[in-house]
């Protein structure tokens, strides 16, 4: 307790001085770089990574037509190996009719209505995990590609906005930690750079596996603020901004973290 | 974090921010723990009256665990593994964890070779024993100390 | 989740040792937890795990709440002939799951 005490001391007393500055490009590093040798070989292998057992049914979900419409994913997308390639790495995507970004998760539940005729998949059940982490691996090894452009660009700001927002009854901005306080321990973890990487991740706080969401809600309410509900614009946004800020990096879904 | 109560419980009946920054009023929980004393039991029961020889075995668990969810461990016994002399069992026993029993592996010849892994839950920074039971009788064992850190953020869920 | 992911090479040579591990889908809830309301989960925990080759039990492990969730076990066995190796986790509230592999021995 006494030392996280302290730790919250010192980052007050230093945020209130300059500004937050972005990690330089060629500094930036996974959340994999901060793990031990132990975790990072439990990540390593698939025969030995429980977020695997996600990822096997996805697959089985991926084949199983449901709803009115009677279709699997599959009955349109074909193999995913092949199809699904690079796909998680673009999101959250500019949906034209939703006339924003959506994040993976909306995009499977988008097609569950529009084109399986099925009810949406609820937010970190166990069916959606397994499809978004089934997804998610066949972007293993892609760099984050995430489009900015003229029509994703407001969205980008405002997540980038939320990121340097004080926000919570602790009046701590995400860059507080993540971009001043990287690689120093709080309460016995080191900060990562928070790239999204890795989801959804199989946390061993969770002994789960758990989408970017849950742990961005989590992060706010460990700074004591209201968590934005999940698909809530505020998060999207936010998720938007992280992936722009880690663009380049290369995925390793699903991840191993701590 | 299954086996912490008292870290759990601060958060959850105290509403949060004091407890969870040790600030105002504390709400004591006492946790459950085994003790030193109840492992001695456990291996007892386990050994009888035999006596346990530090040596043969190797327990290999990470120093420091990101997260006592989910540690390491593996453990290997130097043996032939020949129908003459091989190992019979290796048992894993945690200081102060709510119960000291963690697991059992029965080997025998067919094994090839005396060397099983698994994950367990450390509830704090204890001294985690593994004793393995070979076919002639005798018991041996080995002892790591490891050091538990908890998860920065907990959640609500 | 997928039940189970087990891990066996699917060819050996006679007399080689060879690795199996094993992962299965199980929460191993301790029955130390405390709900919302104050009030205790109950246990709900994989007891038992048995791996037979060719019908002849050639491992157990006997597991305690102390076991992580999605409990991972790594054993070896020597193979000996060409067959299936069957693995079945039991424990609380009639879990029961049973799985095999072939293995083919040169």
């Given amino acids: 307790m006494t030392p996280l005490r302290g730790l919250w001391a010192v980052i007050l007393l230093t945020a209130t001085a300059a500004f937050a500055a972005e990690i330089p490009r060629a500094e930036r590093r996974s959340g994999y770089d901060f793990m031990s040798r132990e975790t990072r070989a439990m990540q390593d292998d698939d025969t030995a990574n429980p977020a695997m057992l996600w990822v096997l049914e996805g697959e089985a979900l991926w084949r199983r037509q449901v709803g009115a419409a009677g279709r699997a994913c599959a009955d349109c997308h074909g193999d995913a190996r092949t199809t699904m390639k690079g796909v ?6 500019f949906d034209a009719a939703r006339g924003r970004p959506v994040t993976l998760e909306q995009r499977i539940n988008g097609c569950r209505a529009e084109r399986q005729q099925a009810p949406p998949l609820a937010y970190e059940s166990r069916e959606l995990l397994a499809l978004t982490a089934y997804v998610a691996r066949q972007s293993r090894g892609l760099p984050i590609d995430v489009t900015i452009d003229a029509r994703t660009q407001p969205f980008v700001d405002a997540g980038r906005a939320t990121f340097y927002r004080r926000q919570g009854q602790l009046n701590l901005a995400c860059s507080q930690c993540h971009d001043d306080n990287w690689g120093r321990q ?24 758990g989408s970017l969401e849950r742990r961005l809600r989590g992060c706010l309410v460990g ?8 698909g809530a614009a505020d998060l999207v946004d936010l998720e ?7 663009a380049g990096m290369k995925m390793d879904a699903p991840a191993i973290r701590p | 974090m299954a086996e912490h109560p008292s870290r759990r419980e601060f958060l959850r009946v105290a509403g949060g921010v004091a407890a969870g920054l040790g600030l105002g009023a504390v709400i004591t929980v006492t946790p459950a723990r085994a003790t030193p004393a109840a492992m001695q039991e456990a291996i007892r029961k386990v050994v009888g ?3 346990v020889s530090p040596g043969r075995v190797k327990l290999e668990m990470p120093p420091l665990s990101e997260n006592g969810n989910t540690v390491p461990l593996t453990v290997s016994v130097e043996s032939p593994m020949t129908a003459a002399d091989y190992v019979k069992a290796i048992h894993v026993f945690t200081e102060l964890n709510p119960q000291p029993d963690v697991v059992s592996f029965r080997l025998g010849p067919r094994a090839g070779r005396a060397r099983v892994a698994t994950r367990i839950r450390l509830a704090t920074t204890q001294t985690v024993v593994a004793v393995s039971e070979l076919s002639d009788g005798s018991f041996w064992s080995d002892t790591v100390a490891v050091v538990v850190t908890l998860a920065a953020c907990l959640e609500d869920a | 989740m997928a039940g189970a992911l087990i891990n066996v090479p699917e060819r050996a040579k006679r007399g080689e040792i060879v690795e199996i591990k094993t992962l299965i889908s199980h929460p191993m809830e301790t029955g130390y937890r405390r709900n919302q309301s104050g009030a205790r989960v109950e246990r709900d925990i994989i007891r038992l795990f048995v791996a037979t080759y060719n019908g002849t039990e050639i491992f157990r492990a006997e597991l305690h709440p102390a076991i992580t969730a999605n409990p991972f076990i790594v054993f070896s066995t020597v193979a000996t002939e060409s067959g299936t190796l069957t693995f079945k986790w039991t424990g609380d509230n009639a879990f029961s799951v049973t799985e095999s592999a072939s293995i083919t021995v040169d």
């Fill in chain 1, 223 to 230: 700074i004591r603020a209201e968590p934005y509900e999940f």
């Fill in chain 1, 186 to 209: 709080l309460a016995g973890n080191a900060i990562p750079q928070a790239h999204p990487t890795g989801y959804p991740i199989y946390r061993l706080e969770w002994q789960g596996v």
């Fill in chain 1, 88 to 93: 998680a790495a673009r999101h959250p995507a």
């Fill in chain 2, 49 to 51: 009256a035999s006596k």
């Fill in chain 1, 240 to 246: 938007l901004y992280l992936m722009s800020r880690a």
